[in-house]
């Protein structure tokens, strides 16, 4: 079954850190861009980083630059966001959605179910 | 970072009638324009992609059009499945790709 399985979310502290992870199954994980996306409880849609299917190159939003980093680990066909240096405005469902690409044609064929991160204190 | 703009942010239907979305770019984005659907709880689903390209297995009263700064996300013949929120997203110019602000479609 092709799948995406977030873990890792939860209520964090601002200022703390949390790592996300994403399973994937049913295709081959290592020939994919992949990406994170995140929800605001009742907003929008936020694009938030992107790895290439090796992870030679990686991308972030402004907003989370120099506090998140995406990695993946083909050999577990897993993807994971480490967030640092939470903020309140961190507070969303994350989602991991697999890139059309190995190198990124950047929309999302498909999505996991996401994971709660919620920054309070 | 290129703006989507999406109207309206909501409407009321009734199964059977057609709904059209549109979706506008702060400057030109070719084609390439994505459209989801996301029911409540849920992730969101791939519909069209490259502005009129079906994903498959999305049903065909789905369709979409445009190019430039403006497109339409236009469901022929409104199902009770399809009352969800759809979000358009341009992928010309990225980092950061970008999303619309969303519709949510409502049943009358």
């Known amino acids: 079954q092709v799948q995406l399985v977030e873990s890792g979310g939860g209520v964090v502290q601002p200022g703390g850190s949390l790592r996300l992870s994403c399973a994937a199954s049913?295709?081959?994980?290592?020939?994919?861009?992949m990406h994170w996306v995140r929800q605001a409880p009742g907003k929008g849609l936020e694009w938030v980083a992107f790895i290439r299917y090796d992870g030679s190159n990686k991308y972030y939003a402004d907003s989370v630059k120099g506090r998140f980093t995406i990695s993946r680990d083909n050999s577990k066909n897993t993807l994971y966001l480490q967030m640092n240096s939470l903020r309140a405005e961190d507070t969303a469902v994350y989602y991991c959605a697999k890139d059309e690409t190995a190198l990124g044609y950047w929309y999302f064929d498909l999505w996991g179910r996401g994971t709660l991160v919620t920054v309070s204190s | 970072a290129i703006r989507m703009t999406q109207s309206p942010s909501s409407l009321s239907a009734s199964t059977g009638d057609r709904v059209t979305i549109t979706c506008r770019a702060s400057?030109?984005?070719?084609?390439?324009l994505a459209w989801y659907q996301q029911k409540p709880g849920k992730a969101p689903k791939l519909l069209i992609y490259a502005a009129s390209t079906l994903q498959s297995g999305v049903p065909s009263r789905f369709s979409g059009s445009g190019s430039g700064t403006d497109f339409t996300l236009t469901i022929s013949c409104l199902q009770s499945e399809d009352f969800a929120t759809y979000y358009c997203?341009?992928?010309?110019?990225?980092?950061?790709?970008?999303f619309g602000g969303g519709t949510k479609v409502e049943i009358k």
């Open positions: 049913g295709f081959t994980f290592s020939s994919y861009g």
């Open positions: 400057q030109g984005i070719s084609s390439y």
């Open positions: 997203q341009q992928y010309y110019s990225y980092p950061p790709v970008t």
